[in-house]
């Protein structure tokens, strides 16, 4: 059974960072794409940054410049470093994992095989 679990959301003001995790067990890490995805009230879900099992990375162009995926496979955890916060940015940060291709990273798709449960990332102007 595959387990996602984020954590290290919380409130911080415009500017600020936040560094967010995400655990994955139950899936052969490697062999997965990983991805952060957010979703703001009202709002779709969209994708923040994916890395496929290559290496390749894709940003949402919102976020360049700003966020940074990486993962330890040692640890089978995800990570996603956000500095420069915006209120814009507030939303529940999602982890997702998928069995998938190149281009499901490059076109930032939500239609990802397993989810976490969300951390919520609040950004006060």
């Known amino acids: 059974q595959v387990h996602l679990v984020e954590s290290g959301g919380g409130s911080v003001q415009s500017g600020g960072s936040l560094r967010l995790s995400c655990v994955a067990s139950?899936?052969?890490?490697?062999?997965?794409?990983m991805g952060w995805f957010r979703q703001a009230p009202g709002q779709e879900r969209e994708g923040v940054a994916a890395?496929?099992?290559?290496?390749?990375?894709n940003y949402a162009d919102s976020v360049k410049g700003r966020f940074t995926i990486s993962q330890d496979n040692a640890k089978n955890t995800l990570y996603l470093q956000m500095n420069s916060l915006k209120p814009e940015d507030t939303a529940m940060y999602y982890c997702?994992?998928?069995?998938?291709?190149?281009?499901?990273?490059?076109?930032?798709?939500?239609?990802?095989?397993?989810w976490g449960q969300g951390t919520q990332v609040t950004v006060s102007s």
């Open positions: 890395i496929e099992s290559t290496g390749y990375i």
């Open positions: 139950g899936i052969t890490y490697r062999r997965y794409c």
């Open positions: 997702a994992a998928d069995p998938c291709t190149l281009s499901t990273v490059q076109s930032l798709g939500v239609l990802w095989a397993y």
